[in-house]
């Protein structure tokens, strides 16, 4: 079956760290550069970061930058987020998504996603 | 504040055709003939349902189209079922600097 799996969210307080990990089954992982996406209460969702097929490239979004790290273990079909120096506006479910196509990065569209994992900054 | 703007929420009865816009700029739809739909029920995965602006995934049933015109797009659903009341999330390549944008859903209630 082909899905992704995100765990590792929870109830954090600001200035934490988390670990969020989506298993991935079914397909070629190590083809596919994966996303993650979030979604803030009552808001849109909202792109955060990507890695590349091979692992090499990384990409964040700006309002993340230097808090994200990104990671991918192909042999174990599961890519990361590392979430540093929580904020309260942090909050939000964290999905991971396929990249459209396979190889680097494209983001021009998200073909399978998650169910997602909550993560909550909570003092 | 989302780059793309959607209306928050829309209802309509069942069989009846409802349209979604997705507001971007020329940076973003305006350019790119890369936008896609997602459909949402919560507690669940987002379902691509649309994608290079009005192709649809295998799958996915023929009762979706998309369109665009300039700056905006538009998801349509016609004949409305009850499976259909889900949040709507609109998507769009912008570029290798912004990379992509989302819009802020839209809530579609099926009456």
């Known amino acids: ?123 | 504040q989302s780059a793309l703007t959607q209306p928050a929420s829309m209802s309509a009865s069942p069989g009846q055709s409802i349209t979604i816009s997705c507001t971007g700029t020329s940076s973003d739809v305006g350019t790119y003939n890369l936008v896609s739909w997602y459909q949402h029920h919560p507690g669940k995965a987002p379902k691509l349902i649309i994608y290079e602006v009005s192709n649809r995934p295998s799958g996915v049933s023929n009762r979706f189209s998309g369109s665009k015109s300039g700056n905006t797009a538009s998801l349509t659903i016609s004949g409305l079922q009850a499976e259909d009341e889900a949040d709507y999330h609109c998507c769009s390549y912008a570029g290798s600097i912004n990379y992509v944008v989302f819009g802020g859903g839209t809530k579609l209630t099926v009456l």
Not at chain 1, 104 to 113: A, G, H, N, V
């Open chain 1, 1 to 123: 079956q082909v899905q992704l799996v995100e765990s590792g969210g929870g109830v954090v307080r600001p200035g934490g760290s988390l670990r969020l990990s989506c298993a991935a089954s079914g397909f070629t992982f190590s083809s596919y550069a994966m996303h993650w996406v979030r979604q803030a209460p009552g808001k849109g969702l909202e792109w955060v970061a990507v890695m590349s097929y091979h692992g090499i490239h990384k990409y964040y979004a700006d309002s993340v930058e230097g808090r994200l790290a990104i990671s991918r273990d192909n042999s174990k079909n599961t890519v990361y987020l590392e979430v540093n120096r929580l904020i309260p506006e942090d909050t939000a479910v964290y999905y991971c998504a396929r990249d459209s196509l396979g190889g680097d990065p494209k983001w021009f569209w998200f073909d399978l996603w998650g169910q997602g994992t909550p993560v909550t900054v909570f003092s």
